[in-house]
């Protein structure tokens, strides 16, 4: 839709009219803005990807908002709706995550973390799960809250798993571009991802192959093929 700098806009908490949490709302020229996601400095490269796949794939009205340290992604919304849904019609105002997307991203999770207990030791297993805590906890990723819930979702088959989490798109991007930036710390190459790729072979043909079109066309997914 648009790019704007902070002074462009005005943003406030507000309370959410059926959760009990704040979350701020960005206003611009008698339009309302719902925060989506957020990157730092460092990834304006993810945050334009995928505000243009929100616009320009999705049909959602969104906008980019460039501040000196971070980049934000924001969805328009109708204030007067019981739970700021997005004014396109589209639903919730962050793009909820398709369930075999979720679960094909945890298995390549899952065998990462196997291959690191595996290959590297259980003191580096640890280590493997409270760098992805971190993750979870500063992209707010729900149903991670404790450590038995991360360790509930690296070692639970997700193809058995009920429920799935919650996830949203922007979730499955943090993710991957997480685990495979800490695959590559812990290797020291990328030959680990050919391998968590194989694991895709659990799922059915058909969710497969749907994944890794996604994966392709996903901001942060490329770095996986």
Not at 192 to 203: H, I, K, N, Y
Request: include cysteine; proline fraction near 6%; aromatic fraction near 8%.
């Amino acid at each position: 839709m648009f790019i704007l700098k902070r002074q462009d806009v005005d943003i406030k908490m507000m309370q959410h009219p059926s959760k009990d949490q704040p979350i701020p709302i960005l206003t611009y020229q008698g339009q309302t803005f719902r925060l989506l996601s957020v990157f730092n400095a460092s990834q304006e490269e993810d945050a334009r990807a995928l505000w243009r796949d929100l616009t320009d794939n999705r049909g959602k009205a969104c906008m980019l908002l460039e501040e000196p340290e971070r980049f934000s992604i924001w969805g328009k919304i109708r204030l007067d709706q019981p739970d700021l849904e997005d004014s396109t019609g589209g639903g919730s105002a962050a793009v909820a995550a398709n369930e075999s997307h979720i679960k094909a991203c945890l298995l390549l999770v899952q065998v990462l973390y196997m291959d690191v207990e595996d290959l590297l030791g259980p003191k580096q297993a640890r280590q493997f799960e409270t760098e992805l805590s971190t993750v979870f906890t500063q992209w707010k990723f729900p149903q991670t809250g404790t450590p038995q819930a991360v360790k509930h979702l690296l070692t639970v088959d997700p193809l058995a798993m009920t429920p799935l989490p919650s996830w949203a798109e922007h979730h499955l991007y943090r993710l991957l571009e997480a685990t495979h930036r800490m695959g590559k710390n812990y290797f020291g190459n990328t030959s680990f991802a050919p391998r968590s790729l194989e694991a895709l072979e659990d799922l059915p043909k058909a969710e497969r192959q749907d994944f890794l079109t996604w994966l392709r066309n996903s901001p942060t997914g490329k770095v996986w093929l």
